[in-house]
């Protein structure tokens, strides 16, 4: 059995490639917000010990998320192996999920990190701005407005919220990347980090993981480009 970890920031593309490479490799795409959602769904004792934290607004501590994520082992869609998305997201996650690995003769075979720089992630995912009139949807990169803050379907003016403001963006990433990075430099020790440049486009992003997973991480291998 199989068990990788994709490691990225928000914006990085990381559920999309976990997507792609469990389809391509016959695993298992684990993530954490829906191995809650099922634990919670199949009211198993893990799941109701979740909710209770959930349903405080808390978060659910390490020891049930790891259970959880046993669980979903055990399962048997599980057989070949699992891609974990979002979890460990901390260092004493990441050893903790050691620990629980070796128990059962297993471990992380590699940590598949998807790097995107911070400027890029900010204008990923500060370019929404919306329609004052109806809500319409754009995106500077993906979907921009004919004409730059109107609305093309009803002439409005277009604003963004709080949450997608390069600035806001910004400081949510300072809050979010030392973690990752500290989980990063977990694996590396570990000598079962892959880093991959995540600015390239998502197919070629999918064949350097492939790559990497095809020829077994060994101490200090990396193949950022
Ligand atoms: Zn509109």
């Not at 978060?59 to 669980?71: F, S, W």
């Not at 057989?79 to 979890?87: E, T």
């Not at 992630?121 to 990169?141: D, F, I, M, P, T």
Request: charged letters at 30%.
């Amino acid at each position: 059995m199989k068990v990788y970890v994709m490691i990225g920031a928000p914006g990085a593309g990381k559920g999309t490639q976990a997507d792609i490479l469990a389809e391509r490799l016959g695993l298992v795409h684990v993530a954490s917000g829906d191995l809650f959602r099922d634990a919670v769904r199949n009211d198993t004792a893990l799941g109701r010990e979740a909710r209770r934290y959930m349903e405080r607004g808390a978060l659910v501590p390490d020891p049930v998320v790891i259970g959880m994520i046993e669980e979903r082992l055990s399962r048997p869609d599980a057989a070949a192996g699992i891609i974990l998305d979002g979890f460990p997201r901390t260092r004493p996650q990441a050893e903790a999920l050691d620990a629980a690995l070796e128990r059962r003769g297993s471990r992380v075979d590699a940590a598949l990190y998807v790097g995107v720089p911070e400027d890029e992630l900010v204008k990923r995912l500060s370019g929404r701005w919306l329609c004052r009139a109806s809500g319409h949807v754009y995106n500077e990169a993906t979907h921009p407005p004919l004409v730059a803050g109107v609305c093309d379907a009803d002439g409005s003016e277009l604003y963004q919220r709080d949450d997608d403001r390069p600035e806001t963006v910004r400081a949510r990433l300072e809050q979010q990347l030392p973690p990752m990075y500290e989980v990063i430099d977990h694996y590396t020790t570990r000598g079962s980090l892959v880093a991959v440049d995540g600015a390239q486009p998502v197919e070629t992003v999918t064949e350097a993981l492939l790559r990497a997973i095809a020829h077994p991480a060994r101490p200090g291998r990396s193949e950022a480009a």
